[in-house]
């Protein structure tokens, strides 16, 4: 494994996202910050700047509204990058799935990696997910489009 | 001349070693008086060895051109310390560079970083004059501007330019973009204006970015061991404590405004500078 095969493992840069969640699983990724999960003990940061994540961290179901702001958000992320959809509704549509707003689960409208489940999921179970995330993400190359 | 060779290479090679060791001990520090473990202390390279790896995303030109004189000058400026040139053209060139960062950010078209631009050249204003008095003092004091002429003397400039340190240790947070005065761009609150002026760079650029404050961290370290430069290590070690008071006054204060910085800077910095060259000049009599 290589200099940048290894610091990508070690560095993984959050962009958090919420489609159209109930904040349930929000208020999951920030516990993730807090002195008692700490993921910044693993390199993660929680960025404001999609332009300098790797890992797209998305909360809720789509909706035709926010449809068109996630793609957006994911070509701004420059490659290799993640896709985590957190949550039951970001992985399936969960109990608004036959709305007449939300078109379903966040694959629906980009690719998806990495699926954590869970109502509202759970710190422990997001940490799992982003590390099953980097697995993936230490055998992508930088060329991948 | 070979002498002065090797001291570039060791200085180019060493410096960003050392920035980055700094940066990552900074990440330790800040989580451990939050209450967390925080990451390792040579997180820095990691980030930095990724940022390498990743995709070239080019939203102007004109950017990289500006990155790559940021780049440029800041060395430069390190070069004249290590090399122990003149003081004034030190000041001069790293006034260069923040230009430099300041216009990459206006070469895109962000708002963000048009947002964050307009505030670094508050910051310039908030620190460049300081930096300037900082080399007329040690002009007052040494007649001459070469830094090997601080090194001659027996006698440490923190006796004479005390208030001096203490506008250049103020001027340090705006320089080091830390609390209270981290408005331009900041490391922690990175929602804020996205993240202001570094908004547009990504991948190889934002790892220039981080090299550069690398560099920059070094160069401002070793500007205050010049305060006291025999023996060294004295220096050092104020320089080293310098960081540390910093890191304490990013997690104990809130951000001002970038109005109250500048308020603040110049009624701290040029009122200590100005009265510091005039004593100088009363005591040793106008040269």
Redo the contacts between chains.
């Keep these: 494994m290589g200099l940048i095969e290894k610091s990508r493992i070690k560095s993984p840069w959050i962009l958090h996202f919420d489609n159209s969640s109930c904040n349930g699983c929000d208020i999951e990724i920030l516990a993730c910050l807090t002195p008692l999960y700490d993921v910044e003990r693993f390199g993660m940061v929680n960025m404001g700047n999609p332009k300098h994540a790797d890992v797209l961290l998305i909360t809720g179901p789509v909706n035709r509204r926010t449809a068109r702001v996630l793609k957006n958000l994911y070509a701004q992320v420059p490659d290799p990058k993640i896709v985590i959809a957190v949550g039951t509704c970001a992985s399936s549509g969960g109990v608004f799935h036959n709305c007449y707003n939300v078109l379903g689960g966040v694959d629906k409208v980009i690719p998806v990696d990495v699926y954590i489940p869970g109502c509202a999921a759970r710190p422990e179970a997001i940490i799992d997910g982003v590390v099953l995330a980097l697995q993936k993400l230490a055998s992508l190359r930088g060329d991948k489009k | 001349m070979i002498d002065q060779l090797i001291t570039v290479i060791v200085a180019l090679i060493v410096a960003p070693l050392i920035g980055g060791l700094l940066f990552g001990f900074d ?1 330790k520090i800040t ?1 451990r008086l ?7 202390i040579i ?1 820095p ?6 940022l ?6 080019a939203v102007s030109k004109l950017q990289f051109i500006w990155i790559y004189g940021y780049l440029t000058f800041m060395v430069v400026s390190l070069l004249f310390l290590v090399l122990k040139l003149d003081i004034l053209l030190l000041v001069f060139l790293l006034g260069f560079a923040g230009v430099c960062f300041v216009l990459g950010a206006f070469s895109t078209k962000s708002p963000y970083a048009h947002f964050g631009a307009n505030r670094e050249l508050l910051q310039i204003l908030a620190y460049e004059p300081v930096l300037l008095f900082l080399a007329l003092g040690v002009y007052a004091q040494n007649g001459s501007f070469l830094i090997s002429e601080i090194f001659k003397q027996d006698k440490p400039l923190l006796f004479t330019l005390w208030p001096l340190f203490i506008a250049v240790l103020f001027i340090l947070t705006i320089k080091m973009r830390k609390s209270p005065f981290d408005i331009s761009t900041s490391h922690h609150a ?3 204006i ?2 202001g002026t570094v ?5 190889p650029y ?1 790892a220039l970015i981080q090299l550069v404050e690398w560099y920059e961290l070094v160069l401002l370290l070793g500007i205050i061991a010049l305060f006291w430069t025999n023996p060294l290590w004295v220096g050092i070690l104020i320089a080293l404590g310098a960081f540390i008071l910093e890191l304490l006054i990013d997690n104990i204060a809130a951000r001002l405004t970038a109005r109250w910085m500048v308020r603040l800077s110049w009624s701290v910095g040029l009122v200590l500078g100005i009265i510091n060259i005039a004593y100088l000049y009363l005591t040793k009599g106008v040269a």
Excluded: C, M, N
Aim: proline letters at 6%.
């Design positions: 990440r989580a939050q209450g967390r473990y925080g990451p390792p997180q390279f990691y980030d930095f060895f990724k390498l790896g990743k995709q070239h995303i990175h929602q804020e996205v993240r908004t547009e760079y990504s991948g934002y």
